[in-house]
Each structure stands twice: as C-alpha cells, then as structure tokens.
C-alpha cells in the first residue's frame, strides 16, 4: 500500500479513540449507536484491527464528522474550497483564498452583538475593496460615515482610519478583497460599441 495511504490509516485508531474520548463515549454507547462489537472497536482504536469502509462509515456519521476528517485523507486535488472560519472580536472571516501575498480574498460576517459601542476606526498598509451581500453595513471611512445595502460595493486606501459593522440590528455578511502592498482591484468592462461610419 502507498507509504501516504497506509500512515493515514494507521493515524485512524489514534483519531477514533480522540473523538470518543472528546465526546465523553464508551466503547459501549458507540457499540450501540454503530452495531459494531466493543471488541472490534478497541482493536480498531487500538490499531491492532485495520479499518475498512464498512466500519468507517458508521463511525463517522456517528462522530458527526466526514470520511476525509476521519482517515485524514491526503488532498485529491478537488476543486472545492474546505472554508476554516476564523473569529475574531465577535466576527467570523472565512479566507477564501490560500495563497502568502497579493491579493487577498475574505467572507466576512458581523452579528449586530460584535460591534456594539461607538466604532474604533483603524488604519494600516493596503487597499481595500468590499462588496456588501446580506444586511446593511455602516462604514466609518475618514470624516464619512456610510451605509452599503446588498449590491453596494467600495474601495479605499486602508491607511485611512476606517471601521465596518452593522447598520442596524441584523447581521451584516460582504465580502472583502485585500491587498497588503495596496495594490487596486482590476475590473474589466466590455468596450463601448463604436458607432458605424
């Protein structure tokens, strides 16, 4: 078996017995929920029995996680975008793109509870351009102070104190790309038809 494939399987008993344990499960109460024997799922957890499909697939749904999280499955290349949100101050950014420098792309999605207080606008390095698409956001940019609605979108030079939040009581979700060495965003726009001579 591939060295990759095979260190994958044999991290699953270790994994298995993590979630057990994280959840606070005995071998029993997962025996019932899966139909699986006790004795097969402390030699699986044990690593001492190999795991096969059949025995994964139960163990995952009953765990709440998938498959891939189970084995830990090395990347296949799929197209999809596995989103890891990160919170910070009461906010939830989700990258949406994976690679160190240039432009940077951002789901961002602001509960009415996170920015509760007169705003704290910040500057620092870049350029920024946000396009709103649930909620009303209120951006304090400079001495303006504005409200985007779905569809709305806006641009500026980060160096200049800025703040987002909620315009009113409902979450606000837009996103945001973002460029540290303040690089623009490019659009490009289908040329004017030329009037015939």
Do not use: C
């Not at 006790?38 to 795991?51: C, M, Q, Y």
């Not at 084995?71 to 939830?92: C, F, K």
């Not at 979450?171 to 490019?186: C, D, I, M, N, P």
């Amino acid at each position: 078996m591939d060295g990759e494939f095979g260190n994958a399987l044999e991290a699953v008993g270790p994994r298995l017995r993590a979630l057990r344990k994280q959840r606070e499960t005995t071998l029993s109460e997962l025996s019932e929920t899966t139909g699986i024997s006790v004795s097969t799922l402390s030699r699986l957890e044990s690593g001492s029995r190999k795991p096969t499909l059949e025995l994964l697939l139960p163990l995952a749904k009953a765990h709440g996680v998938t498959l891939d999280e189970l084995v830990d499955a090395p990347p296949t290349g799929d197209p999809r975008v596995h989103l890891r949100p990160v919170s910070r101050g009461g906010m939830t950014m989700l990258p949406l793109t994976r690679r160190a420098g240039g432009i940077q792309a951002y789901k961002l999605i602001i509960p009415p509870s996170a920015r509760r207080g007169e705003p704290d606008p910040q500057s620092h390095e870049g350029y920024e351009w946000l396009y709103v698409l649930n909620g009303r956001l209120r951006m304090v940019l400079g001495e303006h102070d504005l409200v985007l609605s779905p569809g709305e979108a806006a641009e500026f030079d980060t160096r200049v104190p800025h703040w987002f939040g909620p315009a009113d009581d409902q979450t606000v979700e837009f996103l945001s790309l973002f460029g540290k060495q303040g690089e623009r965003a490019h659009l490009r726009a289908k040329p004017k038809d030329r009037p015939t001579p």
